[in-house]
């Protein structure tokens, strides 16, 4: 099982039927990923998660990793997504990737009849 595997199991057991995906972003595929770097995973979901939530994913992490996670759970556990602060050139990189998690949130959305 690959790592991208085991989170989305993570996730799902902890968000159930909120959780729309897990999707890779960052180096890995934007073509920079090194045999050291760090993996990055968005995690899309139907609603904001709880502080217990939140905690019950980063425990889930192993042991292994969690020494290099410090600054990943303070904005895991304090900062909302849309609040951390990118260059222009990393938005206009991102900014595909956003747009095909937005159009799959969009797909994936339950519309009311008529819309």
Do not use: F, K
Request: with cysteine; charged share 25%.
């Amino acid at each position: 099982m690959n790592q991208l595997q085991e989170i989305a199991g993570l996730t799902g057991g902890v968000l159930g039927g909120d959780l729309i995906g897990t999707y890779l972003h960052g180096s890995s595929v934007l073509g920079g990923l090194r045999p050291a770097s760090d993996v990055d995973v968005l995690l899309v979901s139907r609603r904001s998660m709880g502080e217990r939530e939140r905690r019950a994913l980063l425990g889930g992490l192993p042991p292994e990793h969690r020494p290099v996670l410090d600054h990943a759970r303070q904005l895991c556990l304090n900062c909302r997504y849309s609040e951390e602060s990118w260059s222009g050139t990393s938005r206009a990189q991102a900014r595909p990737r956003v747009d095909h998690v937005l159009a799959e949130i969009d797909r994936l959305s339950p519309r009311a009849p008529g819309t």
